[in-house]
């Protein structure tokens, strides 16, 4: 039997006849036509500016993707499937909501505080309601899309940071556009350049993707089949949303004014995702080390395996172990599958039976080698 | 395996839940819509009104009898937007922070430029050439014809002394507008000033 011939049993992970999927692409369809209408005038008056965004805005994709994908998510990144469905959701349909929703409120704050009072909060009261839930709902309609996408508050946090990131990532091209506005349409060039400095280098560290991340573990601890409460999980999505809104109304409010609080705003939320990002990791790595145990005592995994099998670099290592050729290919098949199989499980409600496939193809596979 | 419930989203929520959530923000995109229409866009500004705008307060403008300030469009950060009949004031505060314009000349260039986008969205923007005039408080400022659509009126850079920033007013409205509400128009834009005390009125 070839590598090839055996099948990787699992269901896909993007349902494209889903009721979330289609929702997902009409509301980026109708964010990708906002953007057009807001963006593509500017764009066609400074074109030098607009180059220059587009080639920021690709560049920052290529490194937050990786990173995001890399760092943010602990074993394994998430599939590509979905990490482009939550920069989609992200950068289209979370930006075309939030902008249609922001006028409307700013519009209220505008009217009904005094002009001063508006001046100075109507921004910090308005983004963390609008934008935070216009991105957390991308993350639930991932959950819909598929079960299998957001199973732990792990998945939930990789797929936030993806969601707020892809939202960041357009929010950072219409300002690099409005820089120029603000400039007087002066030094367009240096004013899309400073923009984005700012945007990118000192503030770039705590914004969108790092709101979005605590909001989305919430969301990824709330629909995880962990054993938990409905009402602990309630709580604890809530507690997520709203310390993601705290984060928010923190970088926007007029509080710690000047240049040391437009680089403490920041890091201040960065220290946040960190420590969420330190708990939700630790949680998941207890639960895959506790599988990883039981699916080795099953005979599943070698003990070298197991060992290996939770970390990246340790898996490149124990792969170097084989002759390279066939030999490691076949081996990195195996990984392969015992990595779906222990995914699988995570779950901690997942019947153990359920994941009998997956243990049959490990075995296949390793039969072949 | 398809049955596999890999999280609390599965069977029939996976239908009701997106529609769900496309309902929570269809909701609050109406309700934030209907607040919005449900307050008053405007107010009425008392006459001898000095109303202080720019990053920090740094300019200020005297509003005169019958003006109205349209506080959606307004920001005192940025910009003010005041109407009187059919007229309309827009006065935009902009700090030259990716470069300082040599002269009044650059700036109105960046306005013209700026004009652009309207031109590139649609609408129909045509600049005159500019004529350099003075007021009370400003020297060296350039006014100029300008027409958007079918409203006409004029377009203003007034500099601050430095040339670090300046404040770009258009004055616009019909044809056939009140003359009066033109004159109180120019009033305004005479009003003007950088980092002025004005003890003349209240300020909002």
Redesign the interface.
């Known amino acids: 039997m070839t590598a090839q011939a055996l099948a990787l049993?699992?269901?896909p992970r993007v349902d494209v006849r889903?009721?979330?999927f289609w929702?997902m692409i009409a509301?980026s369809a109708y964010g990708l036509w906002t953007l057009k209408q807001n963006s593509?005038?500017?764009m066609?008056?400074?074109p030098p500016s607009a180059a220059l965004n587009v080639a920021v805005l690709l560049s920052c994709l290529a490194v937050g993707v990786w990173l995001a994908r890399r760092v943010m998510r602990p074993v394994q990144a998430p599939p590509w499937n979905g990490t482009w469905l939550a920069l989609m959701w992200g950068g289209l349909a979370a930006c075309g909501?939030a902008i249609?929703?922001n006028t409307?409120?700013?519009?209220?704050w505008?009217?009904?505080l005094g002009?001063?009072a508006?001046?100075d909060w109507s921004a910090a009261l308005t983004a963390p309601l609008?934008e935070e839930?216009?991105k957390l709902?991308g993350v639930?309609?991932l959950?819909?899309v598929?079960?299998?996408l957001?199973?732990s508050a792990a998945d939930g946090l990789a797929y936030g940071a993806l969601v707020g990131f892809g939202f960041q990532i357009t929010e950072n091209f219409t300002y690099g556009l409005n820089?120029?506005?603000?400039?007087?349409?002066?030094?367009?060039f240096?004013?899309t350049?400073?923009t984005l400095w700012i945007r990118i280098v000192l503030t770039g560290i705590g914004s969108h993707w790092a709101m979005s991340a605590v909001a989305g573990a919430g969301i990824g601890y709330?629909?995880?089949?962990s054993g938990r409460s409905a009402a602990r999980r309630v709580w604890v999505a809530i507690g997520c949303l709203l310390l993601a809104m705290g984060m928010h109304f923190l970088f926007d409010s007029p509080f710690l004014g000047g240049l040391a609080g437009t680089l403490a705003k920041p890091l201040i939320n960065f220290v946040v995702v960190m420590a969420v990002y330190f708990v939700v990791r630790r949680a998941f790595r207890a639960r895959w080390t506790a599988v990883s145990a039981e699916e080795a005592a099953a005979g599943t995994l070698t003990e070298d395996e197991e060992r290996s099998l939770s970390r990246r670099r340790s898996r490149r290592l124990h792969l170097r172990a084989f002759p390279a050729g066939p030999e490691r290919e076949a081996q990195a098949r195996v990984q392969r599958l015992q990595l779906a199989l222990v995914e699988?499980r995570v779950?901690a409600?997942?019947p153990a039976e359920?994941v009998q496939?997956w243990r049959d193809a490990v075995a296949e596979a390793r039969a072949a080698r | 395996?398809?049955d596999?419930?890999?999280?609390?989203?599965?069977g029939a929520?996976?239908?009701w839940?997106?529609?769900v959530?496309?309902g929570?923000?269809l909701a609050?995109?109406a309700v934030?819509?209907l607040?919005?229409k449900a307050?008053?866009?405007s107010e009425p500004v008392p006459a001898g009104t000095v109303i202080e705008f720019g990053s920090t307060g740094q300019v200020s403008a005297q509003v005169g009898e019958g003006w109205t300030?349209d506080?959606?469009a307004?920001?005192?950060?940025?910009g003010l937007l005041l109407t009187r009949g059919d007229v309309s004031v827009r006065l935009?505060s902009?700090?030259?922070?990716?470069?300082k314009?040599d002269n009044a000349q650059?700036?109105w260039?960046?306005?013209?430029?700026?004009l652009?986008?309207?031109?590139?969205?649609g609408t129909e923007v045509w600049l005159g050439e500019p004529t350099e005039f003075d007021t009370k408080w400003i020297t060296g400022g350039l006014y100029g014809s300008l027409q958007v659509d079918t409203a006409i009126g004029t377009a203003f850079v007034l500099p601050a002394d430095d040339d670090a920033e300046?404040v770009?007013a258009q004055v616009l409205g019909p044809f056939d507008a009140d003359q009066a509400d033109w004159t109180a128009a120019t009033e305004i834009i005479d009003s003007v000033a950088f980092d002025e005390d004005d003890d003349t009125g209240e300020t909002?």
């Open positions: 049993p699992r269901a889903s009721v979330a929702v509301a593509v005038p500017t066609l008056a400074f909501i249609l929703m409307r409120l700013l519009s209220v505008s009217q009904s002009l001063e508006a001046s609008n839930v216009a709902a639930v309609l959950a819909a598929s079960t299998r957001v199973r820089g120029i506005v603000m400039a007087g349409g002066v030094e367009p240096t004013a350049f400073q709330l629909v995880s089949a699988e779950p409600l997942a359920a496939p | 395996m398809d596999f419930k890999g999280n609390a989203v599965h929520r996976r239908v839940v997106p529609l959530v496309a929570v923000l609050l995109t934030e819509g607040l919005a307050l008053p866009a300030l506080r959606t307004s920001d005192l950060h940025s935009t902009v700090e030259f922070s990716a470069g314009p650059e700036m260039d960046g306005m013209e430029r700026l652009g986008v309207a031109r590139h969205s300046a770009e909002a």
